[in-house]
Structure formats: structure tokens, C-alpha cells
Nanobody, 131 residues
Framework: QVQLVESGGCSVQPGDSFRLSCAAS????????FGWYRQAPGKHREIFST?????????????NYADSVKDRFTNSRDNAKNTVYLQMNSLKPEDTAVYYC???????????????????WGQGTQVTVSS
């Protein structure tokens, strides 16, 4: 059984900074990638950042960002802890959303591999940016 647990959200003012984390645990053999998604009220869930996991070339760490967060958000990871961090700087009201982490990984059961799946999600955490 695999679980992704996100840290708590926040309610901040425009221009503030905040950091989210997402820890994966359970029967995990290899993590290929983490993704960060967000869903604003009345909108679809959208991906805005990814980071490759330790199961990829050079032990991962390659990041990608949507234009909406580029140069403001930074995605990083601690392979030993199976944890990713999202540092959010210069927050804007349009960043208000529920934030979700997602992982694509090789999982197992009773010490044996079972499959590769990308349908592992954190519980979601609210980020509100308002003056």
C-alpha cells in the first residue's frame, strides 16, 4: 500500500512565501516522478510542476514548470525520504487553489513488485492568497 501525505496548507498575503511537502511511503521500489497539481474553484485540476525521481537518469531531480509559476516556485526532493518540497515565492491571488501531489512509481506487495502506476495522490491541501 502506497500513501502520499501532504503538509498543511496556508492562508497568506500576496507576495508571501510558503513551502509544501509531500512524503511517499509504503511498498515503493522506484519513484519515477512527482508532479504537483492544483485546482482552483470552478476550474479543472492542472499540472504545474514535475520533478524526476531517483529511478531516472542521474538519480532524478530534473524539474519542469508551467509558465504561470516559473521563476516563483521551486520543486525539490529528498530521495532518502521519498519526499518532495514545493517552495512558493511571490504568491499571487491567482495561486489560490487546492494543491495535490502525484507520483508515478513501481510499487510492490509482500516484498515483490506488483506494477507501475501514476495514480497515487496526496490528500490535497488548501493554499489561499488574499489581502
Amino acid at each position: 500500500q502506497v500513501q502520499l501525505v501532504e503538509s498543511g496548507g496556508c492562508s497568506v498575503q500576496p507576495g508571501d512565501s510558503f513551502r509544501l511537502s509531500c512524503a511517499a511511503s509504503g511498498s515503493i521500489f522506484i519513484i519515477y516522478a512527482f508532479g504537483w497539481y492544483r485546482q482552483a474553484p470552478g476550474k479543472h485540476r492542472e499540472i504545474f510542476s514535475t520533478i524526476s525521481g531517483s529511478g531516472t537518469t542521474n538519480y532524478g531531480g530534473t524539474t519542469n514548470y508551467a509558465d504561470s509559476v516559473k521563476d516563483r516556485f521551486t520543486n525539490s526532493r529528498d530521495n532518502a525520504k521519498n519526499t518532495v518540497y514545493l517552495q512558493m515565492n511571490s504568491l499571487k491571488p491567482e495561486d489560490t487553489a487546492v494543491y495535490y501531489c502525484n507520483a508515478e512509481l513501481l510499487f510492490g506487495d509482500n516484498g515483490d513488485i506488483r506494477g507501475i502506476d501514476n495514480d497515487f495522490w496526496g490528500q490535497g491541501t488548501q493554499v489561499t492568497v488574499s489581502s
